[in-house]
Nanobody, 124 residues
Framework: QVQLVESGGGLVQAGGSLRLSCAASGRTLSGHAIGWFRQAPGKEREFVSTVTWSTDFTYYADSVKGRFTISRDNARNTVYLQMNSLKSEDTAVYYC?????????????????WGQGTQVTVSS
């Protein structure tokens, strides 16, 4: 079992930056791909980004490409999401998720473990 805890959310002005962290406990993230998703009020949870385990391949939703960067620190069992040039439409609860097997996946159903989420609010 993998437990995931997100942190780093908060209130930021449009154009600002935040760095979210996803710390794992219970067992190592070895062999797991990590994804970030977000859910805005009244909307479905949507894919944001993912990083694979073995190749560190990264993939982004079009809406965040060029602004967000996902990275992982395997020694710390932690994954980060650096968010720059934030927009009001980035306001959402951000969730990290882990997927056994390590490959690329953009759907919620593909992920096995989820964190509780961290709120990001971007004021315009």
């Amino acid at each position: 079992q993998v437990q995931l805890v997100e942190s780093g959310g908060g209130l930021v002005q449009a154009g600002g930056s935040l760095r979210l962290s996803c710390a794992a406990s219970g067992r190592t993230l070895s062999g797991h791909a990590i994804g970030w998703f977000r859910q805005a009020p009244g909307k479905e949870r949507e894919f944001v980004s993912t990083v694979t385990w073995s190749t560190d391949f990264t993939y982004y939703a079009d809406s965040v490409k060029g602004r967000f960067t996902i990275s992982r620190d395997n020694a710390r069992n932690t994954v980060y999401l650096q968010m720059n040039s934030l927009k009001s439409e980035d306001t959402a609860v951000y969730y990290c998720a882990a997927r056994r097997g390590g490959g690329v996946a953009t759907t919620r159903a593909a992920y096995d473990y989820w964190g509780q989420g961290t709120q990001v609010t971007v004021s315009s």
